[in-house]
């Protein structure tokens, strides 16, 4: 099913969002510039944004990675910016062994398990993804599969990432339970997801389709709780969680950039990522 929203309304939610977040302790010009800016988008007599008047629309996975493959290593991310010193710390802590880069798309991970000398497996279901990943990380081995359905063995991983993906999927047990049945007793997990504070407050993540349109993956709100039962379902033990927050990088060549004033003020002090570690209930892998 396809859905499709609009470009305005979204600025307007994050300029109302701001509003609402600093409304008791933003100067008065601050607030005043917000409201014009409210007036301005309503009314539609600004023509700064882009596509403002043009739908946004919905991509499937398959569809909507396949397109996003050519431009999703090429901008900066703040989500990937936050979130990549926590996780790259965790994987810094070994022991080296076998690794699996769940939904590994580009190779981002997978990239950074081969360089501390992990044997990598790379799993994605979109081909266009895995083709950049075996170009980013020839050392490592690529298989096609999807999330629910990992292509491999019980027990036959020390350790198995998974970064911003598990949001895509409407069940976190899925896809958290096939994480732990590859990883061997003792091993670990590492999963790191859009916080659901962000898919709450954000909604979707946009990115520019290969048509020059801006297009969305949906994103599910997945709350801590739904992370913790699924964790203990699978057998898993959460040892660490980590927040980090935004750190006032707004996505470049986006509608965010046009309203930036309210869009860091709606994000300031808003965890963008959540990053789980834990450990499978078990004797230490050998």
């Not at 499709?4 to 701001?18: C, K, M, S, T």
Request: charged share 25%; proline share 5%; net charge negative.
């Amino acid at each position: 099913m396809c859905s499709e929203f609009r470009v305005r309304e979204l600025v307007l939610g994050i300029e109302g969002l701001a509003l609402l977040r600093h409304a008791m302790d933003a100067d008065e010009e601050f607030l005043a510039a917000r409201l014009a800016e409210i007036r301005a988008f309503a009314d539609d007599s600004t023509t700064d944004l882009p596509d403002r008047r043009k739908p946004v629309s919905e991509l499937g996975a398959a569809d909507g990675y396949a397109s996003w493959s050519t431009r999703y290593d090429s901008l900066p991310s703040a989500f990937i910016e936050v979130e990549e010193p926590i996780l790259h710390g965790l994987l810094d802590r070994g022991p080296v062994g076998t690794a699996l880069d769940a939904a590994c798309g580009t190779g981002r991970q997978t990239a950074a398990l081969t360089a501390r000398g992990y044997r990598t497996i790379g799993v994605d279901q979109s081909p266009e993804m895995l083709a950049h990943a075996r170009r980013k990380a020839p050392g490592a081995e690529f298989r096609e599969g999807r999330l629910e359905k990992l292509p491999l063995a019980d027990n036959s991983v020390d350790l198995a990432v998974c970064s911003l993906a598990l949001t895509h999927l409407p069940d976190l047990c899925a896809g958290i339970g096939e994480l732990a049945r590859v990883v061997r007793p003792g091993g670990r997990v590492i999963v790191s997801d859009l916080h659901p504070f962000v898919v709450s407050l954000q909604g979707q993540c946009l990115f520019v389709h290969d048509t020059g349109r801006l297009a969305f993956v949906r994103n599910h709100r997945h709350l801590h709780g739904s992370y913790l039962s699924a964790f203990s379902a699978a057998g898993l033990t959460v040892r660490e969680c980590h927040e980090p927050v935004f750190n006032g990088r707004l996505a470049p060549g986006g509608y965010e950039e046009y309203i930036a004033d309210a869009a860091r003020a709606a994000w300031e002090g808003i965890p963008l990522v959540v990053i789980w570690a834990a450990e499978k209930t078990g004797a230490s892998a050998a």
